[in-house]
Every structure is written in structure tokens, then in C-alpha cells.
């Protein structure tokens, strides 16, 4: 069955730093990825999506690269503010509802 | 309403009892889904729904139930609660069918006792 592994379960980094969170994923063929944010006692919110076909996405400090030869995922915040702190979560996805899977979850805290 | 609201927002349940977890969107999604998360273990699928009338089951459906009558209501059913239930619950919609942004809801904290 597919498995989705993210690098660690806590990262601590100085503010201003830039942030790197790792997905690995085996047995697999996603067609997408996606990276969500989640705070303590809250839902997940969306942040990016990219396809197997895409090896990089930006949306302002944030960007996400897709290696389908690696099986990884890199997701960096650039100029990491206190603010960023917070769990964030990889998913992927064949396109079928019933092969979503999430990683565990990377939690980030920013040191000011 | 605004997006995906949950009720009830924490529940202690005695084991063998039987619970409804209610979910509601008004964004007109096409897909729903219920997750649940436990520490260490990420969110896990229980069931989805591609579209009204029509749902599936997910990487753990043992002991759940869904029901999809209508487009905005995707009601999560535990006939009889187990401890192993303990969790917290998210649903969440998507407007294309396992493609695309997931909204989530706020979650329900289910304690099974």
C-alpha cells in the first residue's frame, strides 16, 4: 500500500530563516500533491497544489518542488516569521477520492 | 453559514452507544470526507463521497457509517462506539471529485469511554 513519510516530526528555526519540510512518499503514482497548514484545534487550510508533471510552485514566501524520480517533495517558507508556526501536512492523490493519503505532519515552530 | 460546520464540537461517549456526527457545507462541493486524526498517524480516511447519492469507503471504514441524501449534509455514523474511536473527526469538501483543495471543517473531539 502507498506510504507517506515526512521528514520530522518537529523543526525549530530562527526567524527569518528559511523553513524546509521534506515528503517522501513509496509504492506510489501520484498525479498531485498538496500541502496543507493546520494550528492546534483547527482544520487543516489548504496552501498549494502541484501535479506530477510541475517540478515547481510559488504562491508569496512559499514554495513547493515535486521530484517524481525521488519520490519527494520539498516545501520551503522563505523569510520564516513567528507566524509560520504550525503543523504542516503533505497529501497525495491518484485523482481518486479513495486513495487520498496524508503524512503525519511536520510540526514547525519559528524562534524569534 | 460559511464553509464546512461540525457539530457536536466534542462528544464523551459510553462505549456500545451509538453517535451521529453531523457535517454541513453550503459551497455546493460535489465531494465530502471524513477523516480522522490521531497523534502520530496523520489523517486517515474513513468514507468519502464522490456526489450525492453515491459514497465509498476510505483506508479505515470498520465501524463507521455515511449516508450522502442531498448535496450539502454528510452525516458520519458510529453504530456502536468503541474505545478505539477516540479521536478527533474533520470533514471536508472539494469541488472536484479526489482532485483539488479540500476546505475542512473545525472537527468534532469524539471520546469513547
Known amino acids: 500500500s502507498q506510504k507517506i513519510e515526512q521528514n520530522s516530526e518537529a523543526l525549530n528555526i530562527q526567524e527569518g530563516k528559511t523553513a524546509t519540510l521534506t515528503c517522501n512518499y513509496t509504492?506510489?503514482?501520484?498525479?498531485?500533491l498538496q500541502w496543507y497548514r493546520q494550528d492546534p484545534g483547527r482544520g487543516p487550510v489548504f496552501l498549494l497544489l502541484?501535479?506530477?508533471?510541475?517540478k515547481e510552485k510559488r504562491k508569496e514566501r512559499l514554495k513547493v518542488t515535486f521530484d517524481t524520480t525521488l519520490k519527494q517533495s520539498l516545501f520551503h517558507i522563505t523569510a520564516s516569521q513567528p507566524a509560520d508556526s504550525a503543523t504542516y501536512l503533505c497529501e497525495i492523490s491518484s485523482g481518486s477520492a479513495r486513495q487520498l493519503t496524508f503524512g503525519s505532519g511536520t510540526q514547525l515552530t519559528v524562534l524569534p | 453559514i460559511a464553509g464546512i460546520t461540525q457539530a457536536p464540537t466534542s462528544q464523551i461517549l459510553a462505549a456500545g452507544r451509538r453517535m451521529t456526527l453531523r457535517c454541513t457545507q453550503d459551497m455546493r462541493h460535489n465531494a465530502m470526507y471524513w477523516y480522522r486524526q490521531d497523534l502520530g498517524l496523520g489523517l486517515r480516511l474513513i468514507h468519502y463521497s464522490n456526489t450525492a447519492g453515491t459514497t465509498g469507503k476510505g483506508e479505515v471504514p470498520d465501524g463507521y457509517s455515511v449516508s450522502r441524501a442531498n448535496t450539502d449534509d454528510f452525516p458520519l455514523t458510529l453504530a456502536s462506539a468503541v474505545p478505539s474511536q477516540t479521536s478527533v473527526y474533520f470533514c471536508?469538501?472539494?469541488?472536484?471529485?479526489?482532485?483539488?483543495?479540500?476546505?475542512f471543517g473545525p472537527g468534532t473531539r469524539l471520546t469513547v469511554l
Open positions: 502541484i501535479r506530477e508533471n510541475e
Open positions: 471536508a469538501s472539494s469541488e472536484g471529485q479526489g482532485i483539488g483543495e479540500q476546505f
Open positions: 509504492n506510489y503514482s501520484p498525479a498531485y
